[in-house]
């Protein structure tokens, strides 16, 4: 089945850092843009970040600039996201998403960040 | 940025009638390609988005072809020809013109 699993989502302190993880699944990750979205407690979608297909070019939404890192492993079909300094208005659940024709095309179930002390 | 301004944020809709949702960008979302990126997704409760429609008006692959999109320039349509109640849920327009990609702010469609 072609999929995306997320991992690594845990409560943490602010300031802390995390990694997540995406497994794909069933489809040719290589030879795909990457990028992940996330989605705070009862409200909309936001895009944070996406990476080209051998890890070249990233781009990122300004609030997370200088604390996020996107990157990949396409041997492994593993995509990573790097998150440090995290504050409270980080808490949301993220998701991995596979890049279709300048859109998002297949999602993942999502992995919930919760920033508190 | 673009902004991206979704009207209504709440859709009461009798089954088996029509449903629209409207999407409006604070600016042109025409590529220099000459294409609009501009897609819907639908998030039943639960669950993670899903795309439906894509460059404005490509029906992604398995979705039922009561979902169309539509529009020009800075106003778009999301159109529902039939709600059938597996259509709850919230639909999200979102522009891939120009970075940072955004999102509306979602439209709830709900069962009357």
């Known amino acids: 089945e072609v999929q995306l699993v997320e991992s690594g989502g845990v409560l943490v302190q602010p300031g802390g850092s995390l990694r997540l993880s995406c497994i794909a699944s069933?489809?040719?990750?290589?030879?795909?843009?990457m990028g992940w979205v996330r989605q705070a407690p009862g409200k909309g979608l936001e895009w944070v970040t996406n990476i080209k297909q051998d890890g070249s070019e990233t781009f990122y939404v300004d609030s997370v600039k200088g604390r996020f890192t996107i990157s990949r492993d396409n041997a492994k079909n593993s995509l990573y996201l790097q998150m440090d300094s995290l504050r409270a208005e980080d808490t949301a659940v993220y998701y991995c998403a596979k890049h279709g024709d300048w859109c998002f095309d297949l999602w993942g179930r999502g992995t919930l960040v919760t920033v508190s002390s | 940025d673009i902004v991206m301004t979704q009207t209504p944020l709440s859709s009461p809709v009798t089954l088996g009638q029509p449903a629209s949702i409207s999407c409006r960008s604070s600016q042109s979302l025409v590529y220099s390609d000459g294409n609009i990126h501009l897609s819907w997704l639908q998030q039943r409760p639960g669950q993670p988005p899903r795309l439906l429609i894509y460059k404005l008006s490509k029906r992604f692959s398995g979705v039922p072809d009561r979902f169309s999109g539509s529009g020009a320039g800075t106003d778009f349509t999301l159109k529902i020809s039939r709600v059938e109640p597996e259509d709850v849920g919230i639909y999200y327009c979102?522009?891939?013109?120009?970075?940072?990609?955004?999102f509306g702010q979602g439209t709830k469609v709900e069962i009357k």
């Open positions: 069933e489809f040719t990750f290589s030879t795909y843009w």
């Open positions: 979102m522009q891939s013109t120009q970075l940072p990609w955004t």
